[in-house]
């Protein structure tokens, strides 16, 4: 009798432990009384298992593109937003097993358009690296208030590369915070994101929607760089020209290990110098298997500055980064 009672409930407890979370949560803002934060988490997703032996892992890397991802809301402004990686429990999932290279949601709604070259239909105005940074749109000078509003039109794709370094198959979620409030009040200012690369001039590259979902390869547009055997090299971004009016609200960089800084110039004038940060093995650093070379000693990039702003920016102001980095100094 005690036995055949302990048996639904041995069956619940388990059914407990392996619950998964929501795949929508609602946080309260920290910054702000009208804001919510809304944790929309896209999966699961089977990460392949990484190759060679348990002593010398070598990462695999799987890409992910989810078409019609889920909106945190409609007809309401992002203030900020970051992303990661998790587990169905909802723990992060993060150095020394899962090294996310880049998390990203593009806007492909018919009345998108893209912050760094003004096209149509394919507006990529988040992406996140290992370092987890939040990119925020909102200004910080009051007086000039923005963010970045979400049209009912508006359809999101989630566009992710996230590296195993585990001989074992893994499910995980990619989430993001959308930090946001309702509508898009009188007077705000539509934020556009602009990305800059050390690789090809910003707008010579097609990105579309058919790009990253045709080939299991897909690429995100942004710029990716073989760089030169050398230990320590600078490389200089081809100039970018603004097709906007209006107020800088944040500037930041992403690198990987080997990276020093970034220094961004607004018509040859330093504007920004985003430093890179490295720590230890913890935290929200980068796997050895996903950046360049495999050391079990050394710190990894763990973050990047950035620098807040209201320099105001130009139709036809020219911008170009300087990239710094030094394998000897940051082996990776
Ligand atoms: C959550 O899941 C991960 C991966 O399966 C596991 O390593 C971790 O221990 C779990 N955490 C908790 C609190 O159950």
Redesign the pocket.
Known sequence: MKATALLPFATLATAA?IALVPDVQTFPSPSRKDAVITRVRYGPHTLKQAVGTPSDPKGTKTTIVTTNAQKPCSDCTLLSMNGGVQ?????E?SNPSVYLHHGAIINVGPDARDGTCDRPAYDLFFSTGNERSTIIYTNADAAKPAGYYIQISDKFVLQSEIINSDLEE?QVWVYMNYEHIPGKPVGHQQTKVAWLSADTPACQRKTDLETITASGDAKLGAGEYYPPNEKSFTLTGKPWTSPWNGNFVALGGHMHDGGVNIEIYQNNKLLCDSQAKYADGAGHDMSGSGGHGNSAVSKHLASMSGCRNTNTVKKGDQFHIVVNYDFEKHPG
């Open positions: 432990v587990y169905a429990n909802g723990s999932a893994k």
